[in-house]
């Protein structure tokens, strides 16, 4: 089971950074992604890790501005969120696979934890 954390209200050009547990169980076999969705927007692909070796990929708009990485203990992914912008505002989910690969495709994805709320003002 997967919850997401940390979400909060941030001034624009703050950051913010969102955790995922996985409750009862490790990544280690898994790729793990976040995703967003506002309520005028399709669930969007923000960012993605592939866990054995950490390779990344992030969409467009989130490139150099954030970050995923993961603990030593292999349960807990982060989403590291700096120069926010209003914009950045959404739901955040985050997102597991058993394919050893990075997607952006959100079917893809067999894991899905509740989400949790992001709100960057101007």
């Known amino acids: 089971q997967l919850q997401a954390s940390g979400g909060g209200s941030r001034q624009a050009g703050g950051s913010l950074t969102l955790s995922c547990g996985a409750s009862?169980?490790?990544?280690?076999?898994?790729?793990a992604a976040w995703f967003r969705q506002t309520p005028v927007k399709e669930r969007e692909f923000v960012g993605a890790?592939?866990?054995?070796?950490?390779?990344?990929s992030y969409a467009d708009f989130a490139k150099g501005r954030f970050t995923i990485s993961r603990n030593n203990a292999g349960n807990t992914v982060y989403l590291q969120m700096n120069s926010l912008l209003p914009e950045d505002t959404a739901v955040y989910y985050c997102?597991?696979?058993?394919?050893?690969?990075?997607?952006?495709?959100?079917?893809?994805?067999?894991?899905w934890g509740p989400g949790t709320l992001v709100t960057v003002s101007s």
């Open positions: 009862g169980g490790t990544f280690n076999r898994f790729s």
């Open positions: 890790m592939r866990w054995h070796r950490g390779q990344t």
């Open positions: 997102a597991a696979s058993l394919s050893s690969t990075v997607s952006n495709n959100i079917g893809a994805y067999q894991y």
